[in-house]
């Protein structure tokens, strides 16, 4: 499985674009990029998700560079209801009898006024 | 609202018991995954099951087991508890599985384990 890296923490202010960097140096051809995040002991949501293309919703924006080995997700105007836990996952490769999201660390994104 | 529903909310309970966690998938989803969170762990994937099988397994201890039931919603039964099996645990569900499924998740069960 391809492993990704997050900081730990990140801090954004009110109404700034809030942009959380991923690496996934080992990620290979067919595997797709997912963005989850969790606020406070809640259900993990899902926000985005990506295989090369640069991805938008209404929520955020996937950025994933041409070799693929990074990502940034951008929420363009962070709110306080923004602070939670975001996970970026390299999603396993669907093999036709199993699939599964690996959940890491994740990075702690505070916002503030 | 993601549409998935866990019960109960909350568990206390003493060691060596055994108790049923209980999921509703999301209407339409075939899939349903669930996962653990503890303090330590992380979110820790345990077990998935699509249109009532079971489809790939995790770090699911042996004195643990799920079902999913024709009517689609599944049970975690957890027996033999210990201290360390006190975590949130949270059901999924997707219309998978495909390549690229979005999960959704419940608002999870909070055990504890006195």
């Known amino acids: 499985d391809a492993k990704t890296t997050q900081p730990p923490s990140m801090d954004c202010a009110e109404g700034r674009a809030a942009n959380l960097p991923c690496n996934h140096s080992t990620i290979s051809g067919n595997e797709y990029v997912y963005w989850y995040r969790q606020i406070h002991s809640q259900g993990p949501q899902y926000i985005i998700h990506?295989?090369?293309n640069n991805e938008t919703n209404e929520m955020a924006s996937l950025i994933i560079t041409e070799d693929r080995k990074s990502s940034t997700l951008i929420l363009p105007h962070a709110t306080l209801r923004d602070t939670a836990v975001y996970y970026c996952?390299?999603?396993?490769?669907?093999?036709?009898?199993?699939?599964?999201?690996?959940f890491g660390t994740g990075t702690r994104l505070q916002v503030t006024l | 609202d993601s549409g998935v529903t866990q019960t109960p909310k909350h568990l206390i309970t003493a060691t060596g018991q055994r108790v049923t966690l209980r999921c509703s998938p999301r209407?339409?989803?075939?899939?349903v995954y669930w996962y653990q969170q503890s303090l330590d762990q992380g979110l820790q994937f345990l077990i998935q099951y699509y249109n009532g099988e079971e489809r790939a397994k995790g770090n699911i201890l042996e004195r643990f087991s799920a079902q999913q039931f024709p009517d689609l919603h599944s049970e975690l039964n957890l027996s033999s508890l210990e201290l360390g099996d006190s975590a949130l645990y949270f059901c999924?569900?997707?219309?998978?599985?495909?390549?690229?499924?979005?999960?959704?998740f419940g608002s999870g069960t909070q055990l504890s384990v006195l």
């Open positions: 996952i390299v999603r396993v490769p669907y093999t036709g009898t199993a699939s599964k999201l690996t």
């Open positions: 990506g295989l090369k």
């Open positions: 209407s339409g989803d075939l899939s």
């Open positions: 999924a569900s997707s219309d998978g599985p495909r390549g690229n499924e979005k999960l959704f």
